[in-house]
């Protein structure tokens, strides 16, 4: 039954060629996982990205996923369909979880497939197929807990084994936050799980499998830290970790449905309806478009609720969801803030919509033990009818009040946005009507249902198809596909790119595109236009399915070096961009008047269709070159030269010295040659005329070192953000090594813990055999 709803909300994308593009997915999980793998089918460690901002630490970005099991699928299958496996098979695995976690609640199965279904289904799952990455924590996350409670119940070498598995596979989906919060939901079933044990038990199992996940998860936490310590991924001040708040007005959009979508559900929520009702902290978007839960979902776990007020574990539970909600809520109240300050470790989190799904999966659970509590035998089924009366009457009423008197879109809409296009108006007035009605009927129908007491089998097929259909007619429409066509055809500008750079020498481009417009196409879905725009832009980091770098960044392990260089946008994109190596840019034709007058063009061309140009620079600096170094004491008088209105001459780099360098001779330094080799390791052969520094334009990270003729040598930087070696006059060999910060010991650490835990497991089960055949 539950494979068979399955398949039956994702009919289309089972049953059609169209793949997942939305958002992330192919801005990021494309890029990474393209990478990554090719990598591995090549016999290497990924550890270097050379493909975001001037390249960063691959492991050490959580979000890479690169020890997630699903990575292997792209060596087997097309990038799309592997994609689409991966998504997929998310869904299976927390319809499937939830149902063992609510089960082990002793819910009944009808109940706990209801529960599955909620959390499966909701809108955040659905919606956040536009980022697989979080998709692949949330949805490990009921499983995780499954296991972890399994451990608590009776502890055991084995199902510690599985439950650390299960805290792992969190973290290798790329979800630092999920991580944190399902460790901390393990504390919360330590307390009030009943069967648990003694105080000091929960204490020692606890801690021991808290430890355990943390040991498993080492290859990918060690190399996180270590970048967290020496750069500046994810937030940077509290209003950055705010953006992305749940708006308070879409909490009603958890019970009702999301009334916010346009019409046809095609393009989610609106960018103007974002503006003006939902900011999302400057975003043209929303994280999610849908939050909905179902109507049956929110009564059963209400009437749950109601029917344990004597019960103090009800409360615990409900003030842990609440506090889990005001954290989603972000900048509307205080709470995140005051953790923010509060717990040091919560500060590199951001983007407090991310909790949504934990909200989804309390509620998924609340409403699992509702049913039990109310359904089964013998159970407070009252609740259900005082609780089902509650929630239809205020929204029959809203639905009839904006029906008839349109009492909603002309005073309280009007009042928060007095310009509302009256198209716009219309729409969300349309929707309130049609979500509040179906909330109302949906909440009788729970109050019907309860009526059948004789026939509890029939009663209880309707209550999950009830829910099931609620979720479907409101959550299905809003998962995207896309023509797999968009993945394997290169736009026109990396054409053009491959026509003037053959081979395969490294190039790097930037686009400048910031707010997408996408222009009318013949035949052309809004969605499939975007993404060809955002393609043909040369948008980070997209950019890697066709081999070529990006200047800009857009993954939260970019060097802050790099990001100091980018406070001046235009002077970013016209003088700095090429100094640092980068050959093309794309821009939208109408930034013209502001960035083409400062350009210095080699070549232009030109995408009338689209609204976009392509540039390549006449003044791009060489990936790899002899400099004169120009020695400074550090970084901000180093900023200071390379932001100034005049820049240092094109052969002269800003080198930070802690002692001054032997100055390089007039006239020409020499050459290069650069040596086959991989993004970790790099061998270039110079024939210095005199002393120089070889320039490397790639950014300056830990984890870098270089030798001179064998003999290791210092990295200095340059430029800011790149990497210099001084070399004497003369023929050498440099060479530069990357090894992440933090992996040989999470390496090491991991297996330790996988390997003991599985020989641990072995030795259990063995030794009980040998003992009766030695006697």
Same mark, same amino acid.
């Given at each position: 039954?539950?494979?068979?709803? &399955?398949?039956?909300?994702?009919?289309?994308?089972?049953?059609?060629?169209? +793949?997942?593009?939305?958002?992330?997915?192919?801005?990021?999980?494309? %890029?990474?996982?393209? *990478?990554?793998?090719?990598?591995?089918?090549?016999?290497?460690?990924?550890?270097?990205?050379?493909?975001?901002?001037?390249?960063?630490?691959? %492991?050490?970005?959580?979000?890479?996923?690169?020890?997630?099991?699903?990575?292997?699928?792209?060596?087997?299958?097309?990038?799309?369909?592997?994609?689409?496996?991966?998504?997929?098979?998310?869904?299976?695995?927390?319809?499937?979880?939830?149902?063992?976690?609510?089960?082990?609640?002793?819910? @009944?199965?009808?109940?706990?497939?209801?529960?599955?279904?909620?959390?499966?289904?909701?809108? !955040?799952?659905?919606?956040?197929?536009?980022?697989?990455? *979080?998709?692949?924590?949330?949805?490990?996350?009921?499983?995780?807990? &499954?296991?972890?409670?399994?451990?608590?119940?009776?502890?055991? +070498?084995?199902?510690?084994?599985?439950?650390?598995?299960?805290?792992?596979?969190?973290?290798?989906?790329?979800?630092?936050?999920?991580?944190?919060?399902?460790?901390?939901?393990?504390?919360?079933?330590?307390?009030?799980?009943?069967?648990?044990?003694?105080?000091?038990?929960?204490?020692?199992?606890?801690?021991?499998?808290?430890?355990?996940?943390?040991?498993?998860?080492?290859?990918?936490?060690?190399?996180?830290?270590?970048?967290?310590?020496?750069?500046? @991924?994810?937030?940077?001040?509290?209003?950055?970790?705010?953006?992305?708040?749940?708006?308070?007005?879409?909490? =009603?959009?958890?019970?009702?449905?999301?009334?916010?979508?346009?019409?046809?559900?095609?393009?989610?929520?609106?960018?103007?309806?974002?503006?003006?009702?939902?900011?999302?902290?400057?975003?043209?978007?929303?994280?999610?478009?849908?939050?909905?839960?179902?109507?049956?979902?929110?009564? #059963?776990?209400?009437?749950?609720?109601?029917?344990? #007020?004597?019960?103090?574990?009800?409360?615990?539970?409900?003030?842990?969801?609440?506090?889990?909600?005001?954290?989603?809520?972000?900048?509307?109240?205080?709470?995140?803030?005051?953790?923010?300050?509060?717990?040091?470790?919560?500060?590199?989190?951001? !983007?407090?919509?991310?909790?949504? @799904?934990?909200?989804?999966?309390?509620?998924?659970?609340?409403?699992?033990?509702?049913?039990?509590?109310?359904?089964?035998?013998?159970?407070?089924?009252?609740?259900?009818? &005082?609780?089902?009366?509650?929630?239809?009457?205020?929204?029959?009423?809203?639905?009839?009040?904006?029906?008839?008197?349109?009492?909603?879109?002309?005073?309280?809409?009007?009042?928060?946005?007095?310009?509302?296009?009256?198209?716009?108006?219309?729409?969300?007035?349309?929707?309130?009507?049609?979500?509040?009605?179906?909330?109302?009927?949906?909440?009788?129908?729970?109050?019907?249902?309860?009526?059948? $007491?004789?026939?509890?089998?029939?009663?209880?097929?309707?209550?999950?198809?009830?829910?099931?259909?609620?979720?479907?007619?409101?959550?299905?429409?809003?998962?995207?596909?896309?023509?797999?066509?968009?993945?394997?055809?290169?736009?026109? /500008?990396?054409?053009?790119?491959?026509?003037?750079?053959?081979?395969?020498?490294?190039?790097?481009?930037?686009?400048?595109?910031?707010?997408?417009?996408?222009?009318?196409?013949?035949?052309?879905?809004?969605?499939?236009?975007?993404?060809?725009?955002?393609?043909?832009?040369?948008?980070?980091?997209?950019?890697?399915?066709?081999?070529?770098?990006?200047?800009?960044?857009?993954?939260?392990? +970019?060097?802050?070096?790099?990001?100091?260089?980018?406070?001046?946008?235009?002077?970013?994109?016209?003088?700095?961009?090429?100094?640092?190596?980068?050959?093309?840019?794309?821009?939208?034709?109408?930034?013209?008047?502001? #960035?083409?007058?400062?350009?210095?063009?080699?070549?232009? /061309?030109?995408?009338?269709?689209?609204?976009?140009?392509?540039?390549?620079?006449?003044?791009?600096?060489?990936?790899?070159?002899?400099?004169?170094?120009?020695?400074?004491?550090? $970084?901000?008088?180093?900023?200071?030269?390379?932001?100034?209105?005049?820049?240092?001459?094109?052969?002269?780099?800003?080198?930070?010295?802690?002692?001054?360098?032997?100055?390089?001779?007039?006239?020409?330094?020499?050459?290069?040659?650069?040596?086959?080799?991989?993004?970790?390791?790099?061998?270039?052969?110079?024939?210095?005329?005199? @002393?120089?520094?070889?320039?490397?334009?790639?950014?300056?990270? %830990?984890? =870098?070192?270089?030798?001179?003729?064998?003999?290791?040598?210092?990295?200095?930087?340059?430029?800011?953000?790149?990497?210099?070696?001084?070399? %004497?006059?003369?023929?050498?060999? +440099?060479?530069?090594? *990357?090894?992440?910060?933090?992996?040989?010991?999470?390496?090491?650490?991991?297996?330790?813990? =996988?390997?003991?835990?599985?020989?641990?497991? #072995?030795?259990?089960?063995?030794?009980?055999?040998?003992?009766?055949?030695?006697?």
């Amino acid at each position: 039954m539950a494979v068979l709803l &399955w398949g039956l909300f994702f009919f289309r994308a089972l049953f059609t060629s169209g +793949v997942f593009l939305a958002g992330d997915t192919l801005r990021a999980f494309y %890029p990474m996982r393209y *990478y990554g793998a090719s990598r591995l089918a090549a016999g290497q460690l990924p550890e270097w990205l050379p493909y975001d901002g001037l390249g960063q630490s691959f %492991p050490g970005i959580f979000i890479t996923g690169m020890f997630h099991p699903t990575l292997w699928l792209h060596l087997v299958l097309s990038p799309g369909v592997a994609v689409k496996v991966t998504l997929l098979g998310c869904f299976l695995v927390a319809l499937g979880g939830t149902y063992a976690l609510v089960r082990s609640l002793d819910v @009944p199965r009808a109940g706990a497939l209801f529960a599955g279904v909620t959390f499966t289904f909701c809108g !955040y799952l659905v919606c956040v197929t536009n980022n697989p990455t *979080y998709l692949l924590a949330a949805s490990t996350v009921p499983g995780a807990l &499954w296991l972890a409670l399994r451990f608590l119940r009776g502890p055991s +070498v084995e199902r510690l084994s599985f439950a650390g598995a299960g805290l792992a596979l969190v973290a290798f989906a790329g979800d630092a936050q999920a991580f944190a919060m399902v460790n901390a939901l393990v504390v919360l079933l330590a307390v009030v799980d009943p069967e648990a044990g003694t105080w000091r038990r929960r204490l020692v199992a606890c801690g021991l499998l808290i430890v355990a996940g943390g040991l498993m998860a080492a290859p990918q936490l060690l190399p996180a830290a270590a970048l967290a310590s020496a750069s500046e @991924p994810g937030a940077r001040s509290l209003g950055e970790a705010q953006r992305f708040s749940l708006h308070p007005l879409r909490l =009603w959009e958890g019970l009702a449905g999301p009334f916010l979508v346009d019409a046809e559900g095609v393009q989610g929520i609106p960018n103007v309806v974002v503006t003006h009702l939902v900011p999302s902290g400057g975003f043209g978007r929303v994280w999610v478009d849908s939050v909905y839960l179902g109507t049956p979902a929110c009564v #059963l776990a209400l009437a749950g609720f109601v029917a344990s #007020l004597r019960r103090w574990r009800a409360w615990v539970l409900m003030a842990a969801w609440l506090m889990l909600l005001a954290l989603s809520l972000g900048d509307a109240l205080p709470v995140y803030g005051w953790v923010y300050q509060l717990l040091p470790l919560w500060r590199p989190f951001r !983007y407090p919509e991310k909790l949504v @799904p934990l909200v989804s999966l309390g509620l998924a659970v609340a409403a699992g033990l509702g049913w039990r509590r109310c359904l089964a035998s013998g159970g407070a089924s009252r609740a259900i009818i &005082w609780v089902g009366a509650f929630v239809a009457l205020p929204c029959a009423g809203l639905a009839l009040a904006e029906g008839g008197g349109q009492w909603w879109s002309q005073h309280w809409l009007r009042s928060r946005w007095p310009d509302v296009p009256e198209p716009v108006r219309q729409g969300l007035s349309t929707n309130v009507v049609a979500t509040a009605s179906m909330a109302a009927v949906l909440a009788l129908a729970c109050v019907a249902l309860v009526l059948l $007491r004789e026939r509890p089998s029939l009663r209880d097929a309707l209550f999950v198809a009830l829910q099931w259909g609620a979720l479907a007619r409101a959550n299905e429409p809003l998962y995207q596909l896309s023509p797999a066509e968009l993945l394997r055809t290169p736009p026109t /500008f990396v054409q053009r790119i491959r026509q003037l750079a053959p081979g395969d020498e490294p190039i790097r481009v930037a686009s400048s595109l910031r707010e997408t417009s996408v222009p009318r196409l013949a035949g052309v879905p809004y969605n499939d236009g975007l993404h060809l725009v955002q393609l043909s832009a040369l948008a980070p980091d997209m950019v890697a399915l066709w081999g070529l770098e990006s200047a800009n960044e857009y993954l939260p392990g +970019v060097s802050p070096r790099v990001r100091q260089l980018k406070g001046n946008r235009a002077h970013w994109f016209t003088r700095l961009a090429p100094r640092l190596g980068t050959r093309f840019l794309a821009y939208a034709t109408s930034e013209h008047a502001e #960035l083409g007058s400062r350009l210095t063009a080699r070549r232009t /061309f030109e995408d009338p269709l689209l609204g976009l140009t392509l540039v390549e620079y006449a003044d791009a600096a060489p990936r790899i070159h002899l400099a004169r170094p120009e020695c400074v004491a550090g $970084r901000e008088e180093a900023a200071r030269r390379l932001l100034s209105p005049t820049l240092p001459p094109p052969d002269v780099a800003i080198v930070e010295c802690a002692t001054p360098l032997p100055p390089a001779p007039e006239g020409a330094l020499g050459q290069v040659d650069v040596a086959p080799g991989t993004p970790e390791h790099l061998t270039v052969g110079v024939e210095a005329l005199g @002393p120089a520094v070889l320039v490397v334009n790639d950014a300056y990270q %830990p984890g =870098w070192s270089a030798t001179l003729d064998g003999q290791p040598v210092s990295i200095l930087p340059a430029d800011v953000a790149v990497r210099a070696v001084v070399v %004497p006059a003369g023929q050498h060999v +440099v060479e530069l090594r *990357y090894r992440t910060p933090g992996l040989t010991a999470g390496l090491l650490l991991g297996a330790a813990a =996988w390997l003991g835990l599985a020989l641990a497991c #072995l030795g259990k089960r063995l030794g009980p055999r040998r003992r009766p055949a030695a006697a």
